[in-house]
């Protein structure tokens, strides 16, 4: 099973700054990498698909790259609505499997 | 647009079984895998299991093998997600979650709730 380990844990971030969200991955994804957000009871939505690529309407401050097993979310400018659990997710091999989730907290 | 919606939300006591459902919309049922999502109260996310409509693939998780059964119905492009024995810790939120491409589309959840 491959293993996504998300980094930090939480983040503490004041509105209008910038937060950057980690995701390795324990063998290569072949960038086969999704990152969600899930608001408290809500379901996950989808941000960022094929590692880099953001999903249809999402606001152009999302932003993400990789390298290797090495995946990385930018939020630009974190506005209000963006505190919110963050998951990265791989479906290159089965089980799909999630990261444990970063959670983005106002400073 | 694909959409994805689910059933609505169960209570059930223990050793009852249950069955929930996923009704797609908007692409071609038969040629993407569809799957679903637990989240337990708190927790983060864990695929159960995904099967592929047109070829009747199924793949459970390591978790998931022995009480959880994944299905579809193509001709109502609905996929179902059966659990049996139910246990108290298996109180949750189930998310049917579509793959099309490259791009996930989630249904709104559906709350499972197993009490006595």
């Known amino acids: 099973e491959i293993v996504m380990t998300q980094s930090p844990a939480t983040l503490s971030v004041s509105p209008g700054e910038r937060a950057t969200l980690s995701c390795r991955a324990s063998?290569?994804?072949?960038?086969?990498l999704a990152w969600y957000q899930q608001r408290p009871g809500q379901p996950p939505r989808l941000l960022i698909y094929?590692?880099?690529t953001r999903a249809t309407g999402i606001p152009a401050r999302f932003s993400a790259s990789d390298f290797g097993t090495d995946f990385t979310l930018t939020i630009s400018s974190l506005q209000s609505e963006d505190f919110a659990i963050y998951y990265c997710?791989?479906?290159?091999?089965?089980?799909?499997?999630f990261g444990q989730g970063t959670r983005v907290e106002i400073k | 647009d694909v959409q994805v919606a689910q059933s609505g939300a169960e209570v059930k006591e223990p050793g009852e079984s249950l069955k929930i459902s996923c009704k797609a919309s908007?692409?071609?049922?038969?040629?993407?895998?569809i799957g679903w999502v637990r989240q337990m109260p708190g927790k983060g996310l864990e695929w159960m299991g995904i099967?592929?409509?047109?070829?009747?693939?199924?793949r459970y998780s390591p978790s998931s093998q022995g009480r959880v059964t994944i299905s579809v119905d193509e001709s109502i492009t609905t996929a179902y997600l059966q659990l049996s024995s139910l246990k108290a810790s298996d109180t949750a939120m189930y998310y049917c979650?579509?793959?099309?491409?490259?791009?996930?589309?989630w249904g709104q959840g559906t709350r499972v709730t197993v009490s006595s």
């Open positions: 979650a579509s793959l099309v491409g490259a791009v996930y589309t």
């Open positions: 908007g692409y071609t049922f038969t040629s993407f895998w």
């Open positions: 099967i592929h409509p047109g070829n009747s693939d199924i």
């Open positions: 063998q290569d994804i072949n960038r086969n």
């Open positions: 094929r590692a880099s």
């Open positions: 997710q791989q479906h290159n091999n089965w089980p799909w499997t």
